[in-house]
Nanobody, 115 residues
Framework: QVQFVESGGGLVQPGGSLRLSCAASGFTFSSSAMNWYRQAPGKERELVAGITSTTGITNYAGSVKGRFTISRDNAKNTMFLQMNSLKPEDTGIYYC????????WGQGTQVTVSS
């Protein structure tokens, strides 16, 4: 069964930093491109960042480019999202999932950026 466990969220002030982790299981993580998503209250889930399986090529939403860094450790079936210079509009629940045909979602981790 495909499972994702997101962690590392919390409450931070604008300009602060957080590092999110995603522990994946139930599939061949090393062969799967992965994405981070987020969902703000009352809004649809949106793509934040993505990373390919073996080449490690990354892509980012324009709103986070230059502030967030996605990475992965295939040996540990884990993906990360380093978030710097956080803004209030970054607030939301952050989820990880496979890029291709994501279906089963974890509970996400809450990120709140507020002064």
């Amino acid at each position: 069964q495909v499972q994702f466990v997101e962690s590392g969220g919390g409450l931070v002030q604008p300009g602060g930093s957080l590092r999110l982790s995603c522990a994946a299981s139930g599939f061949t993580f090393s062969s799967s491109a992965m994405n981070w998503y987020r969902q703000a209250p009352g809004k649809e889930r949106e793509l934040v960042a993505g990373i390919t399986s073996t080449t490690g090529i990354t892509n980012y939403a324009g709103s986070v480019k230059g502030r967030f860094t996605i990475s992965r450790d295939n040996a540990k079936n884990t993906m990360f999202l380093q978030m710097n210079s956080l803004k209030p509009e970054d607030t939301g629940i952050y989820y990880c999932n496979r890029r291709d045909s994501p279906r089963s979602w974890g509970q996400g981790t809450q990120v709140t950026v507020s002064s």
